[in-house]
């Protein structure tokens, strides 16, 4: 099975997760270019207050009534507070997509973005104590080589580096903080540990823990870069409340609650592995949409990734003591009888 996608619900989420940020990235670069100014740090606010509504309606329907969900809060406040660390990150990293979308095309910010695999595979394995094998390294570092020929032709001299200093440093911040985000709430959304004992403490009751906090977070970050003014003004609501704009703000929302299903029945690698596919996809669909040249990197860099994907897939045959050791083996006669 791909990947280890073996049941119909890890498909879906797998596919839907995919789907979602590949739409994303594509409508984004769309509002920059063809859309009326606006604040991003405004619709990133009134995205997670949509996430948070959408978090706490599934569980009243799915989870338990108000009194339910009131005493599950209560009984939970220190989970509440934890999930400041992994929304503060989160918060940074959104606000980062709309302006290092503005430095790059969709297809460049999507290869580029999948450098944070070989952070994650890191991480995970210090926090998980899972070792990965050695297929699945040699893919990682094929997705991450991969990335890197995409952006190949750009930094043939040190004055295009310099030129484009700032640019990447934000990108480096933002897989930074998207790979500590993942990894950090993963172990919130598995560990039994950090959760109060006979208190139901679903996937949607942590998602909207997680969309508190994030709200609290861009107000903050509204109110220290001075612009909570210019984000209430009414010519940004305006430019808030156009389709293009909304439709960011419907797929950002649900692609955060897909989010936490993901970590929750699968990992932050296969998170970054996906990340990864987008690469494809957007890559095309920039083409098609924009007009984004496909030039012979980005070729290159497609095809590595696609090949990385499927070697992470693919198990490690066992070595020759190992296969002796199975049962019904063969083993050759050595003379010793």
């Given at each position: 099975m791909v990947l280890g996608l073996d049941t119909a619900l890890k498909q879906g989420i797998f596919t839907l997760y995919v789907l979602l940020w590949v739409s994303c990235h594509l409508l984004v670069y769309r509002s920059k270019h063809d859309a009326p100014a606006y604040n991003s740090t405004s619709v990133v606010l009134l995205t997670e207050l949509v996430k948070l509504l959408m978090a706490t309606g599934l569980y009243l329907l799915q989870d338990g009534g108000p009194s339910v969900l009131w005493r599950s809060t209560i009984a939970s406040l220190p989970l509440l507070a934890r999930?400041?660390?992994?929304?503060?990150?989160y918060?940074?990293?959104?606000?980062?997509?709309?302006?290092?979308?503005?430095?790059?095309?969709?297809?460049?910010?999507?290869?580029?973005?999948?450098?944070?695999?070989?952070?994650?595979?890191?991480?995970?394995?210090?926090?998980?104590?899972?070792?990965?094998?050695?297929?699945?390294?040699?893919?990682?570092?094929?997705?991450?080589?991969?990335?890197?020929?995409?952006?190949a032709g750009k930094l043939g001299s040190a004055a295009t580096v310099h030129a484009n200093?700032?640019?990447?440093?934000?990108?480096?911040?933002?897989?930074?903080?998207?790979?500590?985000?993942?990894v950090y709430n993963e172990v919130l959304l598995k560990s039994d540990g950090v959760k109060p004992a006979g208190v139901?403490?679903?996937?949607?009751?942590?998602?909207?823990?997680?969309?508190?906090?994030?709200?609290?977070?861009?107000?903050?970050?509204?109110?220290?870069?001075?612009?909570?003014?210019?984000?209430?003004?009414?010519?940004?609501w305006a430019a808030i409340c156009t389709?293009?704009?909304?439709s960011i703000i419907a797929i950002m929302s649900t692609v955060g609650l897909v989010t936490g299903f993901f970590l929750k029945h699968l990992d932050s690698v296969l998170k970054a592995i996906a990340s990864a596919l987008e690469?494809?996809?957007?890559?095309?669909?920039?083409f098609v949409l924009?007009?984004?040249?496909?030039?012979?990197?980005?070729?290159?860099?497609?095809?590595?990734?696609?090949?990385?994907?499927?070697?992470?897939?693919?198990?490690?045959?066992?070595?020759?003591?190992?296969?002796?050791?199975?049962?019904?083996?063969?083993?050759?006669?050595?003379?010793?009888?």
């Amino acid at each position: 099975m791909v990947l280890g996608l073996d049941t119909a619900l890890k498909q879906g989420i797998f596919t839907l997760y995919v789907l979602l940020w590949v739409s994303c990235h594509l409508l984004v670069y769309r509002s920059k270019h063809d859309a009326p100014a606006y604040n991003s740090t405004s619709v990133v606010l009134l995205t997670e207050l949509v996430k948070l509504l959408m978090a706490t309606g599934l569980y009243l329907l799915q989870d338990g009534g108000p009194s339910v969900l009131w005493r599950s809060t209560i009984a939970s406040l220190p989970l509440l507070a934890r999930y400041s660390v992994p929304a503060l990150l989160y918060c940074v990293y959104n606000n980062l997509v709309y302006t290092n979308l503005t430095f790059f095309d969709p297809g460049t910010y999507n290869v580029l973005m999948q450098l944070r695999i070989i952070m994650t595979g890191l991480l995970y394995q210090a926090l998980f104590a899972k070792r990965l094998n050695r297929n699945q390294w040699l893919a990682i570092v094929l997705i991450a080589v991969g990335c890197m020929c995409k952006e190949a032709g750009k930094l043939g001299s040190a004055a295009t580096v310099h030129a484009n200093l700032g640019a990447w440093v934000l990108l480096g911040a933002q897989m930074l903080c998207s790979v500590l985000a993942g990894v950090y709430n993963e172990v919130l959304l598995k560990s039994d540990g950090v959760k109060p004992a006979g208190v139901k403490v679903t996937t949607n009751l942590q998602n909207a823990f997680m969309y508190c906090n994030s709200i609290l977070w861009n107000g903050a970050f509204l109110a220290a870069k001075g612009t909570l003014e210019q984000a209430l003004s009414p010519s940004n609501w305006a430019a808030i409340c156009t389709p293009l704009v909304l439709s960011i703000i419907a797929i950002m929302s649900t692609v955060g609650l897909v989010t936490g299903f993901f970590l929750k029945h699968l990992d932050s690698v296969l998170k970054a592995i996906a990340s990864a596919l987008e690469v494809v996809a957007t890559c095309l669909m920039s083409f098609v949409l924009f007009g984004v040249p496909l030039d012979g990197f980005t070729l290159v860099a497609s095809t590595m990734v696609g090949f990385g994907v499927a070697l992470y897939s693919r198990p490690i045959p066992p070595s020759r003591q190992e296969y002796e050791l199975l049962p019904g083996a063969y083993t050759e006669d050595r003379g010793d009888k």
